[in-house]
């Protein structure tokens, strides 16, 4: 296990500053969660056009540096995408946290994926994977709740 | 034995943790156990192991023997009056839910007050909740004032004549403070109401002796004590033991079985109902022998120091917040960081070997009034030396490290 | 490993019981832990010890681990759905104090019927009876008929519409029946009710598969399988786990609890409140392993081989009485001796090492039945083999020859 | 554990032919007590006369040779006897059994004390006591009901 795969300077970046934090204007659905063993909080917001395109999005959340920069990078990536894609990199995401797997979208940026791959160190964790996996659940609940 | 040299006697300290050695600060959670104790285990089962009380061979004999000696032993320890105010559960949760189902199945209506406190585990919360949501009766909360503790005035304020129990802990898991019992049980007593200690904090630091205390319930985790997991024992004043209906029903728990009505058996044995943890019980008498070998005023001594000389440590860390300055505190060290998040200290102490837990500790109600939502916890057992606070103190500024990248 | 020599895999064997070499025929009541079960407990405490889920550093991580991948094992053993619908109890008797209670708050109201059998074991009687005690809910008893079975078309009779859930045994621990309990469950489920299944007898002795069965609960006691004391499982169909409130209150169980509301966690988690029996659910995994490395049928033809013979030799005694005649008999054989009753039967038999139980084992109902207090039980266990029955055979006869003088 | 200490003849006689079985006519005084863990049951009767005398007694009840030779040598010893007597013997009874003493009473005969004595061998057998003291529990609390 190494902490430092965990606490990769991206992920204490996002922990220290989330993207997107707050309750974005206009929010067409949203999904809240909580840990109850740790107490962590996420709610998502989004704003759905329709077109099925995610036109806004943020998050409020109090948690770990893993949480909040997870929700970050999640809502980073996501912004501006259609919900098929959504689908598509949380399954990706899901995957890459559980399996090992690689991200396989090819619509990402070299930088996007590097951002995304420096929440797989959790892997090594599993008492952290909730921390990481939360938000991107939670989003998927947002959507699925219309 | 000595306390100086008592890692020894716990095998798990042979462990390396990411190489390092195993500086285990998580006791409230749950304690290690001495090798006298594991023994006794694999002994018991190797040797002697039966089901007890059913059975006459020779070796149900031997375990029913072994099973009782322990009861008597407990009774002994904490001073109860009578072996048959000695039950055995499966852990202070158990414990809790019993009293909490068998008192309130008969003196708790609608409309009846049950008194706690904000700083209660949710083990001694969650249980009298169904009795609000199944009888409709009103939980009152007893205030923590700032230093973390409930004065016995705010119990005082709150009580009335709808009072119906009052169950506090003894010592709290998240702020260390010491409730001073004897005077709460003497109070509720001038009102006649009886109080549920939950004494899974009090019972593995501190002496406990039932004449003292006189309170009429006592929850207790054996696997706080020493002891083995699944284990647990409640105190129940003779009284209640007579007074009160079953728990469980089920085998060793009845006096006549008929198709049209059920009589119970009398004592303690009418809250233990199907096959005992006999093996547990058995081992539990070892954890006694050895808290009784080392005295558990030592052991209370040499963990105060422990503690002391870790707050003292850790406040000359200007980054650390230490939740709560009781007027007396008990082997709990709770604290936040600056910026870094408890479950993120917790992960980067335990790359250094260092074993906290995280979280709100199962009393989100005292996390809420505190207005953070998870602390981290360094709590103290009789394994634990100046050492460990050292490599504890390291460990959080390595935390601060790895954040200030 | 091979079943001819498995005694040697259980350490209690090298004890001599006045004596003589151990034979133990108390299964049915417990049974012996073999060593690999007996090693994984002290060494999980001496190497990995710490409380499950709720810290985050290693140990904790590691003890989490092994304890969830025993719930995995549990669910692929009973061929389960879903991992969720495994939930640790503290034995059987707890496991069906939990339906009832949980079941019973949501379901079951005055006038409603409860559906069991004149062979339940006292903790598939007792638990219900609370619920006639408190609701004013009905007990109606299946009868047993001469051979010891009860036949469907007696379970078929009393089911009504007020039948609110069918609670029977898989395996009687007296007379042995085998009821037939897949048959019962589609006829319980035509009528839309509920079944629970005490597989306290049946579960250590043969194949048991969810989806086959296809009943709503099962109950299991770990300790009569090979596994540690104090450690029991219940299967719970997912509709259930999903629909019915919690039972205990504590740690662990919540999602989110405030001062005015208390939310319960989903899943299995519901029903684990506060400090579960880590150790023993850990070494539990070892149980199956042994379980599955003999084959679960292997262990059913090998008992039910000493069982016969054991039928056969004592019937030629003709002062023996053989208890039940059922159509298939599981792993247990009640007797009664002319002139000599099961307690000093028990005490002669202990003499030359023979372990077996007297009394009523928890089926008052049954003994009610049959006329008589008590009888002598010889259960079979994985370990017995027919030299075992030559030995009670002796024993009888010795037993006779004492009470002749 | 000497099981031929436990069988005594003297207990074998009176496991198989007790003595004073029955309900006894005009009964003043009776209790009950059973065993839960094994089903043994013992009922005394007692007819105690103005001098506190036990005029007649007799009991009922099922069980294993030694609770149903216990009851019966109860029974005889202390037929015609007075309360008094019946407590020091019982004393007496339950203290030889738990301590190993000696049965210390002077009035009874030689052949009295033997009888008594057969079933100190419970002493070895745990499990049995029970059985071998039930009934002299169950005699004192009939004396006490009244
Ligand atoms: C104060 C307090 N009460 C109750 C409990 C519950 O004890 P257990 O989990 O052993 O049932 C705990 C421990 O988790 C505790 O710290
Ligand atoms: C048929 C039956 N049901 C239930 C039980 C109760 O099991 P436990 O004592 O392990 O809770 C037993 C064993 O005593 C049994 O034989």
Known sequence: ?146 | MDIKNIKKEFPIFKQKINGKPLVYLDSANSSQKPKIVIDKISNFYETEFSNVGRSVHTLAVKATNRFEATRDKVQKYLNAKHREEIIFTKGATEAINLVATSYGKKYIDKGDEILITELEHHSNYVPWNFLRTEKGAIIKFAQVNESGDVEIEEIKKLITSKTKIIAITHISNVTGAVLPIAKIVDLAKEKNIPVLIDGTQGAPHSEINMQEIGCDFYAISCHKMYGPNGLGILYMKKKWVDDLPPYQGGGGMINEVKKDDITFADAHTKFEAGTMQTAEVVAFAESLNFIEKLGIKNIASHENKVLQYGLEKLKKNNTVNIIGDPKVRGSVLCFTLKDIHPHDIATILDDDGVAIRAGHHCCQILHDKLGIPATARASIGVYNDKEDIDKLSDAIKKCQKVFQN
């Not at chain 1, 995610?54 to 912004?79: P, R, V």
């Not at chain 1, 090594?124 to 989003?139: D, G, L, N, S």
Request: glycine residues 6%; neutral net charge; contains cysteine.
């Open chain 1, 1 to 146: 296990m190494e902490l430092k795969e965990l606490y990769q300077e991206i992920i204490l970046d996002h922990g220290k500053n989330p993207r997107n934090k707050g309750k974005c204007e206009g929010y067409t659905n949203d999904a809240k969660a909580h840990n109850p063993l740790c107490g962590d909080k996420v709610h998502i917001y989004l704003k759905l056009n329709k077109d099925k395109e995610i036109e806004d999005l943020s998050f409020e959340g109090e948690g770990c540096a893993i949480s909040l920069a997870s929700a970050s990078i999640l809502t980073e990536i996501i912004k501006g995408k259609d919900l098929s894609f959504l689908k598509k990199i949380n399954d990706d995401f899901l995957n890459m946290i559980k399996n090992k797997t690689k991200i396989t979208i090819n619509s990402l940026s070299d930088d996007q994926i590097t951002t995304i791959t420096s929440l797989s160190g959790v892997q090594e964790f599993p008492m952290r994977v909730k921390c990481a996996t939360m938000a991107w659940h939670t989003c998927l609940s947002a959507v699925n709740k219309k």
